[in-house]
């Protein structure tokens, strides 16, 4: 067993699978309904999450953990003598990482680092895959966090949206936009820029449109990626992962992928059938 003891949020979006395999431990954002409560992929899942959405008419707010939250889940493996390492959602979009922040000053001696990564859904799987080869590698947690944070800028993230409707029920887009999106059947791009969420292109058409898109650009910059392992989360979007995965088999040798669904966190933005594609510059 490492000294080392990983933490991400819930939305890190790896399988469950992954998370066991890694001994990963994930706090969980809370998910409202009106007065309902719920922790994401503890008392309630993507499907769970378009049901309610249908039920209520509307979308939910989400919410960061609460620093007590990180203070009990820290403090089990601080006292059993344990560094820790937490990989969380960009802090331009989300309070979680500054609450991790004021748990870890409530313990006195104890060895943690906090990531900002800046990102968010599998670009922050990808940086945890990364804390795990230099942990087997036999670095310390300080030039771990070091060499984390000077990996973020590089870290590519790009998710094609198939209806604007939830970006509408959320107030993300104007009634007027909405309209004439749906009219025009607009795809549009979102991406991480600097820590936050920005909107690309807006691509008409069919979704396979704005897929090749996004396959162009990875195909762009073939050599220059980190072809091991390209993250592919989703939410409900089968037919557009096999469609970039069999893309992209065609063109590179050997890539990679990690498919996860996306948590109520990403799906509740953007809806069903979104596609992200994530991905490392080297």
Do not use: W
């Not at 800028?153 to 604007?164: A, G």
């Not at 009219?183 to 820590?195: A, D, N, S, T």
């Amino acid at each position: 067993m490492s000294k080392i003891k990983l933490f991400a949020d819930s939305t890190c979006d790896l399988t469950d699978e992954i998370i066991e395999k890694y001994d990963i431990t994930v706090v969980p954002l809370y998910v409202h309904f009106n007065d309902d409560a719920f922790k994401d992929r503890v008392e309630i899942n993507t499907d769970e999450l378009y049901k309610k959405v249908d039920e209520y008419g509307t979308l939910p707010m989400t919410a960061a953990p609460s620093p007590g939250d990180f203070y009990n889940a820290f403090k089990p493996f601080v006292e059993e003598g344990r560094e820790i390492l937490y990989i969380g959602i960009s802090s331009l979009v989300s309070s979680t990482v500054q609450n991790a922040t004021i748990a870890k000053g409530d313990f006195e001696n104890a060895k943690i680092e906090i990531v900002d990564s800046f990102n968010l859904s599998s670009a922050e799987g990808l940086l945890l895959f990364k804390a795990v080869d230099f942990i087997n590698q036999g670095m310390k947690l300080e030039d771990i966090g070091t060499a984390l944070r000077a990996m973020t800028p590089k870290v590519r993230t790009s998710f094609v949206v198939d209806t604007l409707d939830y970006l509408y029920k959320g107030g993300r887009c104007s009634a007027v936009q909405h309209f004439f999106s749906s009219l025009l059947k607009i795809h549009p791009i979102i991406k991480m820029e600097e820590g936050k969420m920005v909107v690309g292109e807006k691509v008409r058409g069919k979704m396979e449109k704005a897929l090749d898109l996004m396959i162009e650009d990875i195909l762009s910059k073939k050599g220059k990626i980190d072809s091991n392992r390209i993250f592919l989360p989703h939410s409900m979007a089968d037919d557009s992962v096999s469609y970039v995965k069999s893309a992209l088999e065609k063109e590179m040798d050997n890539p990679e992928f990690i498919v996860s669904g996306t948590g109520c966190v990403v799906s509740s933005h953007c809806g069903k059938n979104t596609l992200g594609i994530i991905y490392l510059e080297v």
